[in-house]
């Protein structure tokens, strides 16, 4: 889901530049509302959170007299986490049109949203299995190309550090590590391998982005754009790519995407 909401109290000096750990919160305590025992599962877990936001994406970031305007994203990735977003929009849930939600306890109230391409690329639900069905099953040629648009600051740990640059087996690892964690076909782990091993890098426009997180400290991140070519055919393992692939616009991909980072979509290739 895409909310379109307006601030319309002064801005302050105290207020955050990076919103996502202020949209993990309000998440998480959306939920809470709705099944106290699934919020205190996902809380207490140290392991991938069946969600991820976005941090405020500007629309309208200066203060006017209509106030600012902002796009806040959110997406589940199991069923329970589904429900409770999917009623939440309903006429008199707690996010539709109208509604005052808080951020780090700054009122933004939200507001009815056009059908646009920018945000209509961002929509979407699906299913693992048919999802996972539709492109094995197909008897089109799986692509050889996988490209990416890296839309918040996207970072990976790797030897106990953090890497930065988008690495086939990274992009890959990560998102063949949330599909097995949620969906109910599982891939074998060597779809990384093939990916680390198989895929070279055929274009990237890529900048860091440090954004201050908790504590004070600056986590260094890449947005932009990067695009993999698969140098040894295989149909089976492209395929399982090409899945995945599908996946990173709901999943995200790199560390601490249910606080804004790692935000993604495929990009258009020509296979």
Same mark, same amino acid.
């Given at each position: ?7 319309? $109290? ?10 996502? =750990? ?9 939920? /809470? ?11 207490? &877990? ?24 902002? *796009?806040? =994203? ?8 589904? +429900? ?35 945000? =209509? ?13 539709? %492109?094995?099953? &197909?008897? +089109?040629?799986?692509?050889? #190309? ?5 839309? &918040? ?5 790797? +030897? ?12 890959? !690892?990560?998102?063949?590590? *949330?599909?097995? #964690? ?8 060597? @779809? *990384? %391998? ?17 954004? #201050? ?5 600056? /986590?260094?991140?890449?947005? !932009?754009?990067?695009?993999? $070519? @698969?140098?040894?055919?295989? #149909?089976?393992?492209? &395929? ?25 979509? =495929? ?5």
């Amino acid at each position: 889901m895409v909310l379109l909401i307006k601030k319309t $109290t002064d801005a302050t000096d105290g207020q955050p530049v990076w919103w996502g =750990r202020a949209a993990h919160a309000f998440v998480l305590d959306l939920i /809470r509302q709705a099944d106290e025992k699934l919020a205190a599962e996902i809380h207490d &877990s140290d392991s991938l959170k069946p969600f991820t936001v976005s941090s405020l994406i500007p629309v309208r970031p200066k203060q006017e007299e209509n106030g600012c305007l902002y *796009r806040l =994203r959110i997406t589940g990735l199991t069923a329970a986490v589904c +429900a409770v977003l999917e009623d939440s929009l309903q006429s008199s849930g707690s996010l539709a049109p109208g509604k005052v939600i808080e951020l780090d306890y700054q009122p933004f109230t939200i507001q009815e949203d056009g059908d646009t391409p920018s945000v =209509r690329e961002w929509h979407g639900c699906g299913r693992y299995d048919l999802l996972a069905t539709s %492109r094995l099953g &197909s008897e +089109a040629q799986p692509p050889r #190309r996988f490209g990416f648009v890296f839309t &918040s600051p996207t970072a990976f740990h790797q +030897a106990e550090k953090t890497m930065p640059l988008p690495l086939p087996g990274l992009v890959f !690892g990560s998102l063949l590590e *949330r599909w097995n #964690r949620y969906s109910p076909i599982q891939f074998p782990p060597e @779809a *990384r %391998r093939y990916a680390e091993e198989c895929l070279g890098i055929s274009g990237f426009d890529l900048h860091s982005r440090p954004t #201050r997180v908790k504590n004070g400290g600056l /986590r260094l991140g890449a947005i !932009g754009e990067v695009s993999f $070519t @698969a140098l040894t055919y295989d #149909r089976y393992w492209q &395929s399982v790519l090409d899945v995945l692939s599908e996946l990173a616009v709901f999943s995200g991909v790199g560390v601490m995407t249910s606080q804004g980072f790692g935000q993604c979509h =495929r990009k258009d290739e020509q296979k």
